[in-house]
């Protein structure tokens, strides 16, 4: 129900009900145009690209892309899954993978050295029965690993909070050091690391899969499904920072 709340395209479509409503019953005309002029700034707000990247960039430029010194890194890594695709079940678990799982999973594979450790975490959506996102991940990037790295996987888990818990949790039973370098997508890095900050973790970040176009100007008004998208990931992760803000978990 959240998700649906938080999703832009609702918000226009509720502006336009709303408009359509007023123009049907109402008898002052002038208010039905301050509410059409009202929905189709929203629209622009929400949908073209000029808006669009500016959100995200809120996000994305919070922490450098691929930050983390790889080279001299030793470090064990961390990856958060991303996404799973339901249904589909005639296709494999690493078919249905998203895309923001697989760039971060392609990630991991340059940056986790030989003998190295790698942490990944992610479980099932709830309500589904389906594998867990860490263990697709596993098997999507198996092939890209030197045999001599050690691979964990976390499947508890159904957020970022969850990931982080239980991630800290294995690394109290192995007796580790909070000290990780933390692979994730761009837009999501922010309420990841205060997450893990906030749990004691020294974080180095390696921000992969951006999604902002650098250098679209403002007036670039024209609305665009793609935009749209980028709108509401944004919406999603600033009230999911708030959110964990809220509860004390960043």
């Not at 079940?89 to 340059?110: C, D, G, H, I, M």
């Not at 949790?169 to 933390?182: A, G, R, T, W």
């Amino acid at each position: 129900m959240i998700d649906i709340l938080l999703d832009p395209l609702v918000w226009i479509a509720g502006a336009l009900m709303f408009t359509m409503l007023l123009s049907l019953f109402g008898r002052r005309c002038l208010r039905c145009l301050f509410f059409s002029f009202a929905t189709l700034c929203l629209l622009v707000a929400v949908s073209s690209p000029g808006f669009a990247n500016r959100w995200l960039a809120t996000l994305e430029n919070t922490y450098p892309l691929q930050a983390c010194d790889v080279e001299s890194n030793t470090r064990p890594v961390v990856v958060l899954a991303g996404g799973l695709a339901g249904g589909y079940n005639e296709f494999s678990p690493t078919q249905r993978l998203s895309n923001a799982s697989k760039n971060r999973a392609l990630a991991v594979s340059e940056v986790v050295k030989p003998e190295g450790m790698l942490f990944i975490a992610g479980g099932r959506a709830r309500y589904r029965q389906d594998e867990a996102e860490a263990d697709a991940i596993a098997q999507f990037i198996a092939p890209l690993l030197a045999d001599d790295i050690t691979v964990i996987t976390e499947v508890g888990s159904e957020n970022t909070h969850q990931n982080v818990l239980n991630i800290e949790s294995i690394f109290e039973e192995m007796q580790m050091p909070k000290d990780v370098l933390l692979v994730t997508s761009a837009w999501h890095m922010r309420r990841a690391v205060g997450t893990f900050r906030k749990r004691g973790f020294e974080v180095c970040t390696y921000a992969v899969d951006p999604l902002q176009h650098i250098g679209v100007p403002l007036t670039t008004l024209w609305p665009q499904v793609t935009a749209l998208n980028k709108t509401a990931i944004s919406i999603h992760e600033w009230v999911g920072w708030l959110y964990y803000r809220r509860q004390g978990y960043i």
